[in-house]
């Protein structure tokens, strides 16, 4: 059995994600339209819950440690899945694509 705590906030991968796309948790803080401090503050706390360290600080940004690199590859697919699924779903609320059907009686 895992030791991980499967009560997950998203919210902590999507901060993650940005964080590891942009490399920079000011260019993610920016994009996720909140604090840098709330940026750090979330990937600290993912990291607490997942007993690791994310990422290495640069001078430049940050970088994903190994064990990050793989957990990315992981969230970033999660993460388009979602969005494609976000994106399919407003597409047929908003009737721009899908199905009609015309029920005709007798």
Known sequence: M????HNFDLNL???????AETKSISKAA?????SQPAVSYSIK???EALGGKLFFRTPKGVELT?????LYDS?????HSLTVG???????????TGD???RMQS
């Open 86 to 96: 976000e994106k399919l779903f407003t597409e047929d609320k908003n009737l721009t």
């Open 66 to 70: 190994p064990e990050a690199q793989k």
């Open 13 to 19: 991968y999507r901060v993650f994600y940005m964080v």
């Open 45 to 47: 706390t993912l990291e």
């Open 2 to 5: 895992s030791d991980i705590n």
């Open 30 to 34: 920016e994009l996720l339209y909140v």
């Open 75 to 79: 969230v970033k697919s999660s993460y």
């Open 100 to 102: 009609l059907y015309v």
